[in-house]
């Protein structure tokens, strides 16, 4: 097999089903690095492939590789096309378009390989982080992503997400919304973009309301897998 988005699928379900993966991440390693950039053309075909790999690999390094926190992020053990790779360099290299991890989506990485820069996607998409999955416990759940079906996969982990995990005190006026929110503050377009955000997939006005970044949970949650979508993909 050589197309790169059904790879990323294949792999992630065999991950999520504790079935061999080996041969998916030998067959990524051997990809040709001018075939990868073919291959993933376009934002549609770059989200689906990297958050499938993020995904994927974040439980693999995890339960197999036994990495912790902060490791795990910066070790180089995702291999493709021959280059190493930590999932850092993908959430916030490829996915978030070279932005440095700690200013909130503000500023760019001043010193990004030309790697990076050629896999990037084009434009950040905010739904990205209601895709990614980081083991924890106030992590999305892990689903899979296609490049046919990414705007309606995206569109319903959006709203899904958002959906179960703000809370709404209406005798306070007060949102409790995610501390995703404030994290990567830019890639939502600042408070008023989060606002238009959570208005849309909440179906509700947010004007009036005093926005409070919950506190995440860290707690580990592996194997958070969303089975009916899954259930979905397969039929």
């Given at each position: 097999m050589n197309d790169l988005n059904k790879i990323s699928e294949q792999l992630l379900l065999a991950v999520k089903k504790e079935e061999p993966y080996e041969g998916f991440?030998?067959?990524?390693a051997d990809f040709d690095a001018d075939i990868v950039e073919k291959q993933l053309h376009n934002d549609r075909f770059k989200n689906a492939f990297w958050i499938n790999i993020y995904n994927s690999f974040f439980q693999i390094l995890r339960?197999?590789?036994?990495?912790?926190?902060?490791k795990i992020y910066t070790a180089k053990e995702i291999i493709i096309a021959g280059q190493k790779l930590s999932l850092d360099d993908i959430e916030h290299g490829i996915l978030r378009r070279f932005r440095y991890k700690y200013s909130l989506g503000y500023f760019r990485k001043p010193f990004a390989s030309t790697l990076i820069k050629r896999w990037a996607v084009s434009k950040i998409d905010f739904r990205i982080h209601f895709a990614l999955n980081?083991?924890?416990?106030?992590?999305?759940?892990?689903?899979?992503?296609?490049?046919?079906?990414?705007?309606?996969?995206?569109?319903?982990?959006?709203?899904?997400?958002?959906?179960?995990?703000t809370l709404i005190n209406e005798q306070g006026k007060k949102m409790l919304i995610s501390r995703l929110f404030l994290w990567f503050l830019n890639d939502f377009g600042g408070k008023k973009g989060s606002r238009i955000i959570i208005g849309k997939y909440l179906d509700k006005d947010p004007t009036g309301y005093k926005l409070i970044y919950n506190d995440y949970s860290w707690e580990e949650h592996l194997n958070n897998y969303d089975e009916k979508r899954f259930d979905q993909e397969s039929t």
């Open positions: 991440l030998i067959t990524l339960k197999y590789k036994n990495l912790n926190q902060p980081c083991g924890a416990k106030s992590c999305p759940p892990i689903a899979s992503y296609t490049v046919d079906k990414l705007e309606e996969q995206l569109e319903l982990a959006s709203k899904s997400f958002l959906n179960d995990d």
